[in-house]
């Protein structure tokens, strides 16, 4: 009988000729259906959480990214019921605004001040969205170091191993050509959900997508 990895070879020599991103989806799925993966950590339920995109490393190059992030990661956090509610992300942008000495605030306290029992903190490591500004090629990359703490205990609760960075989450969206001016900010939105979902599903039972790049944990 042939594996699937066989499957999936046999698979990759014939969509060659299927044009259609959906078309070869569904063939994928039809040759080798979705597997359950399983979270890498289970939330405590009946939380409130405070998702808290940073980009202290490196200011982003697109400052809407982080408001995109934290929307659509509260939004997968609520539809599948990770948290019974989440914080927005302009009462986290006031307070940064109110508070002289916010970039040295603990990430606890921040998560305190706002009312929240756990925080989502994403450390944004690289943001891209084209290799030459002049040019019509547009391809999204973005990574980010993910960690869950517990604001009470001022902890640190997911990873618990020798990561102190975190957990490292990358997304890199297909290669587009575009003229369109505008197309950078639909490009931009486009991989804040791809990032949200990958970070949501790290924290649920999901399906894997054949098609997507595979999540990897930072050393």
């Known amino acids: 009988m042939p594996t699937r990895a066989t499957l999936l070879i046999a698979l990759g020599l014939t969509v060659t000729v299927i044009s259609g991103c959906a078309t070869i989806r569904w063939a994928l799925m039809a040759f080798a259906p979705p597997e359950k993966v399983q979270p890498q950590y289970t939330l405590e339920p009946g939380q409130t959480v405070l ?22 990661l509260n939004f997968r956090l609520t539809r599948q019921d990770l948290a019974a509610a989440t914080v927005p992300y302009t009462e986290l942008l006031d307070l940064q605004s109110r ?46 170091y993910v960690k869950v703490l517990d604001v009470a205990r001022s902890k640190r609760v997911w990873p618990e191993d020798g990561t102190p960075e975190g957990y490292l989450v990358e997304v890199e969206l297909p290669l587009t050509e575009s003229d369109d001016k505008a197309y950078g900010q639909r490009l931009a939105a486009e991989l804040a959900a791809t990032m949200a979902d ?14 997507a790049p595979p999540v990897r944990e930072g050393t």
């Not at 998560?111 to 989502?120: E, M, T």
């Open 51 to 72: 998702v808290f995109p940073d980009d202290w490393h490196e200011p982003l190059s697109y400052p809407p990214l982080k408001r995109m992030l934290a929307e659509q």
């Open 99 to 144: 508070e002289n000495d916010f970039a040295t605030t603990a990430i606890a306290t921040v998560g305190s001040r706002l009312g929240a029992n756990l925080v989502v903190y994403i450390d944004v490591r690289q943001f891209h969205l084209k290799e030459n500004l002049d040019g019509p090629l547009w391809q999204g990359r973005m990574s980010a």
């Open 198 to 211: 990958r970070i949501a599903k790290l924290f649920y039972v999901s399906l894997s997508d054949p098609l």
